[in-house]
């Protein structure tokens, strides 16, 4: 196995849930972060607690998300990977959510899938490798009645690394796919979750969830894992 020890690894959607645990799990193995989301204060107070550097950002500012390289190459002088883990969800069938929650999930997961993984490629190249780590979703791998278009986000995030997997893996870059079951984070609160729900607590916790990005990243060199999904005990169906 390769270990985290020294590594740099870049995370979007690290202010709450799977992408604060992995920044945490990261640092806790001896690798250092960049952190980004557009919370300005979940970031400082994550940065104050583990070190890093936090990197404001919304993930469909194409331009933008250069700057989770630049920041990574003045602080440490290197990438060593990214974990694409920005995303948003909301329940409820295809008439019942807004155009502009329909929209936010499209460029949010997908664009905001992509434009960070265009930043950090010419920078993995550069190096000889790289590793990239998509946050999908078991809804990547089925569909579901109250999520059709959330799913159909998570199937590009697939879809999207399948291609990149053919595209980049001779070129030293190696592409893995996380999908999850239900976890117990921020998620869809207010938008068919409520902190309150039955079964929140029988979830996967994120802290797991991070520890399957660890477990990819730590992966010896000629090793890849193209998808793996994880549920909960609990998840019926
Ligand atoms: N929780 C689940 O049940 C579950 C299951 C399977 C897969 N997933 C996937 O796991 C990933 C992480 O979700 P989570 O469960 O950890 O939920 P979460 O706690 O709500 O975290 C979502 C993260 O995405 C960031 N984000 C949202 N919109 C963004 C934008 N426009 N630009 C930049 N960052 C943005 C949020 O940061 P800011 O708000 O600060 O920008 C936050 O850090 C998502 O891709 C989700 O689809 C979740």
Redesign the pocket.
């Known amino acids: 196995m390769s270990d985290i020890d020294g590594r740099v690894v870049a995370i979007?959607?690290?202010?709450?849930?799977?992408?604060?645990a992995t920044a945490r799990a990261v640092v806790a193995e001896g690798g250092s972060v960049i952190v980004?989301?557009?919370?300005r204060e979940?970031l400082e107070e994550l940065v104050a607690e583990i070190g890093g550097v936090a990197v404001e950002?919304?993930?469909?500012d194409a331009a933008g998300s250069h700057r989770l390289v630049e920041a990574a190459l003045s602080e440490f002088g290197r990438l060593d990977a990214l974990v694409a883990?920005?995303?948003?969800?909301a329940y409820g069938g295809i008439m019942d959510l807004s155009d502009q929650q329909l929209q936010d999930m499209m460029d949010?997961?997908v664009a905001?899938t992509v434009w960070p993984i265009r930043a950090v490629v010419p920078q993995f190249l550069e190096q000889g490798g790289g590793d990239i780590v998509i946050?999908?979703?078991?809804?990547g791998l089925r569909g579901a009645g109250d999520e059709a278009v959330?799913a159909a986000t998570?199937f590009a995030q697939v879809g999207l690394a399948g291609g990149l997997d053919r595209e980049l893996r001779s070129r030293g870059i190696r592409v893995s796919t996380i999908?999850?079951?239900?976890?117990?984070?921020?998620?869809?609160?207010g938008a068919g979750r409520t902190a309150d729900m039955p079964g929140l607590d029988e979830?996967l916790r994120?802290e797991d969830v991070a520890q399957a990005v660890l477990t990819v990243l730590k992966q010896p060199p000629a090793m890849r894992s193209l998808i793996w999904s994880m549920r909960s005990i609990h998840e019926q169906d």
């Open positions: 979007t959607g690290a202010t709450s849930g799977i992408g604060a980004s989301g557009r919370r979940r950002l919304d993930v469909r883990c920005a995303g948003i969800g949010i997961n905001g946050v999908a979703s078991v809804a959330y998570k999908c999850p079951g239900g976890v117990a984070t921020e998620f869809a609160m979830m994120a």
